[in-house]
């Protein structure tokens, strides 16, 4: 299906009869999550058919900041699988829109909050250095540049010693970095650099009694 297509197809669903009570509430929002989880998958599988193409790289970039655009839940896993896909390689050397070499961090940094776990997890199981740079992009977006410091720091204090906690310590080293690039989007933008799109979530799972 046409990377276009997608993005109006939820455009075409049943018109919604709005209701003021709560029961009828929750059966319009599952309707809506339902649709979202079917346009999601969809722009998962365009994404994933073109981004091994160099000249598939632009379309699979398009389908994957829609997903961030429409704040995918089910479409983390995917994108923090992909994190360093670069989305921009068949381009002249030069200077490249980050949004565009690294489609996946921008997505994560728009759905927030929930992807914030799933995303350090993965630099923790990983030597990748450029896995690691990436995720403090993406922290710095979705929470902003105190809340991501505070985050990764607990973190890091919470691990006992060994590669786990060597590998998060590797991601707080980019944090200066990205914090350089949210402040010089921020101003290109006008967005809100230091207010996250969720609350952040607690860097250490609570332990069940």
């Known amino acids: 299906m046409p990377c276009v297509a997608v993005t109006f197809a939820i455009l075409a669903a049943p018109a919604l009869a709005l209701s003021s009570d709560w029961q009828g509430q929750k059966s319009i929002l599952a309707r809506l999550d339902a649709t979202r989880t079917v346009e999601a998958d969809r722009l998962i599988h365009?994404?994933?058919?073109?981004?091994?193409?160099?000249?598939?790289?632009?379309?699979?970039t398009?389908?994957?900041l829609l997903l961030g655009r429409m704040r995918a839940d089910a479409a983390i896993p995917f994108l923090v699988d992909n994190l360093t896909f670069d989305g921009d390689r068949a381009a002249a050397a030069g200077i490249r829109p980050f949004d565009q070499v690294y489609p996946c961090v921008t997505a994560l940094?728009?759905?927030?909050?929930?992807a914030v776990n799933r995303?350090?997890?993965s630099a923790e199981a990983s030597d990748d250095g450029q896995r690691h740079a990436l995720t403090a992009h993406v922290l710095v977006r979705a929470l902003g540049p105190e809340l991501a410091a505070d985050y990764l720091n607990r973190r890091f204090a919470a691990l006992p010693a060994g590669d786990r906690r060597t590998r998060v310590a590797g991601v707080i080293k980019w944090l200066p970095t990205a914090n350089i690039y949210a402040e010089a989007r921020?101003?290109?933008t006008g967005q809100h650099k230091d207010r996250?799109?969720?609350?952040p979530p607690d860097p250490v799972p609570a332990k069940r009694p």
């Open 196 to 199: 996250p799109l969720f609350d």
């Open 119 to 121: 995303v350090v997890a």
């Open 62 to 64: 398009t389908a994957i």
């Open 46 to 60: 365009y994404a994933t058919a073109n981004m091994r193409s160099v000249h598939g790289a632009g379309p699979a």
């Open 109 to 114: 940094g728009a759905i927030g909050g929930p």
């Open 186 to 188: 921020g101003r290109n």
